[in-house]
């Protein structure tokens, strides 16, 4: 009999190694040998921008504190977080399914019997009117015999969607991360756009006074006087628009908080140099382990993958056992004596017959998931190499942007002050100095512009390579 368990226990031990559906392997993808940038990059590239922790990246202090902040409130980002846990609590219950089961019950009946009833009894045969009956039972098994593998399919479907939640949450850290610096860069860039602005107004209100004041002397017409007004008006109304932009930026990062709207309070001067001077984008290859968007694509298809052995495995028999130990007694104190005992040991098999196509559908449908989910991951891995190349193509752009706009600003401003000389000299009109004021204002803000997306490249580029989710 012992030689008997020992070979069913090797029999059971044996088919449950055995596991239906496909084993998961890497879909194939194209990774290129560089990324696609205005200059070719060099081929061995091994170090990246993303290897940074954000904080070595983004290192003004007002912006590093924003995003300790954004990380500890973001609504987002919490929400993130709760995913995973509900991800952990349902890989632990579909893990659960692999073990044996046990429950314990118990109840007691008493119960009176009447002596007079319609047949009245005499006291020999019923001697006492209460009754007790007492019963304890403990389920000591309850177990499916995992022969397919349907359960531990199951459990790795779970487990990949666990992987998958927490990879989601790296990728909120990222997109956190990104968006923060990205509005506060466009807020310190405002806030120099309008210093811009202030400064012109100054300028252009000294000059509408010097015009009423020529007006006064006869040298200066009511044309004159109404063109310098115009370009006080026009400073005036940019001034407002800026100050609007203004706040609904910091409104925006207040909500990246988790705050209310409020005002963000920063220092007067900020230092541009603090970026990064080179950003390096790396191998392509490194890519597919760094960035959180496709390693969570990736789990999605390995459970999509399992759940293709879930539904194969419901072509087989499926083994339950289950048993059963306790005492029935009519005195509690004799329920666990030995003449009182009860068990049961129940194996039990069930194999589907006709199905209607039910279980060839499940399998197809499980297949369909998993080739869309192998889409959906190349789609990801490509989109990924987009936006490194975008990012690479602005950065080096916006630099040589800002290089000719710098020298456009320096040409502007040396024609302003010219023209305004002239005019003052009675040698040209004041159309033309007022044609170089206004001139000279756009080519600033649009520097500003231009110096703002350089900023944003870096920022775009060190999330599009899969930076900033790193502790």
Request: with cysteine.
């Amino acid at each position: 009999m012992r030689h008997q368990a020992i070979v069913a226990l090797m029999a059971t031990s044996l088919l449950t190694n055995c596991t239906v559906g496909p084993n998961y392997q890497r879909p194939v993808v194209q990774v290129p040998q560089t990324f696609h940038a205005p200059e070719p990059l060099p081929v061995a590239q091994a170090a990246s921008l993303a290897d940074l922790k954000w904080w070595q990246v983004f290192r003004d202090e007002e912006l590093q504190a924003l995003i300790k902040t954004a990380l500890e409130q973001n609504y987002d980002l919490r929400q993130a977080v709760t995913r995973v846990e509900a991800a952990q609590a349902n890989l632990g219950v579909t893990r659960s399914d692999q073990f044996p089961q046990s429950s314990a019950s118990g109840d007691v009946n008493v119960t009176r019997l009447s002596r007079n009833g319609a047949f009245p009894l005499p006291p020999v045969i019923v001697p006492s009117q209460n009754r007790n009956w007492g019963q304890a039972q403990l389920n000591l098994l309850s177990f499916e015999v995992d022969i397919w593998g349907r359960l531990r399919r199951a459990t790795e479907a779970a487990r990949a969607n666990l992987l998958g939640a927490e990879e989601n949450r790296k990728a909120v850290i990222t997109t956190l991360v990104s968006n923060v610096a990205t509005e506060y860069f466009t807020l310190r860039e405002f806030d120099a756009q309008l210093e811009i602005a202030r400064q012109t107004l100054a300028t252009r209100q000294e000059s509408l006074n010097l015009t009423l004041s020529r007006r006064n002397y006869g040298v200066a017409t009511q044309l004159d006087v109404r063109q310098a007004e115009q370009l006080v008006d026009t400073a005036n109304v940019t001034i407002s628009n800026l100050e609007q932009q203004i706040e609904e930026t910091e409104n925006q990062v207040t909500l990246l908080l988790g705050e209310d709207p409020a005002g963000i309070a920063r220092k007067a001067g900020f230092d541009e140099a603090l970026l990064p001077p080179e950003v390096p984008a790396g191998l392509p290859s490194s890519l597919l382990e760094r960035r959180p968007d496709i390693r969570a694509a990736e789990q999605i298809v390995i459970a999509a993958n399992a759940d293709i052995g879930v539904a194969k495995a419901a072509y087989f028999p499926r083994l339950s056992l289950s048993g059963l130990l306790g005492g029935q007694s009519t005195q509690l104190s004799s329920l666990f004596n030995g003449p009182n005992s009860a068990w049961s040991f129940v194996p039990q098999l069930s194999q589907p017959m006709f199905t209607a196509g039910r279980l060839r559908s499940d399998v197809r449908l499980a297949v369909a998931e998993r080739d869309s989910a192998i889409v959906q991951y190349q789609k990801t891995v490509q989109t990924a190499f987009t936006e490194v190349s975008n990012a690479l193509i602005a950065h080096q752009r916006s630099q040589e942007a800002r290089a000719e706009q710098e020298a456009l600003v320096a040409v502007l401003a040396d024609r302003k002050r010219l023209a305004y000389m002239r005019y003052q000299g009675g040698v040209d009109t004041q159309l033309t100095a007022l044609d170089a004021d206004r001139d000279l204002l756009q080519a600033e803000l649009d520097l500003r512009q231009v110096k703002l997306n350089e900023l944003l490249s870096v920022v775009y580029l060190y999330k599009a390579l899969g930076g900033g989710w790193q502790n």
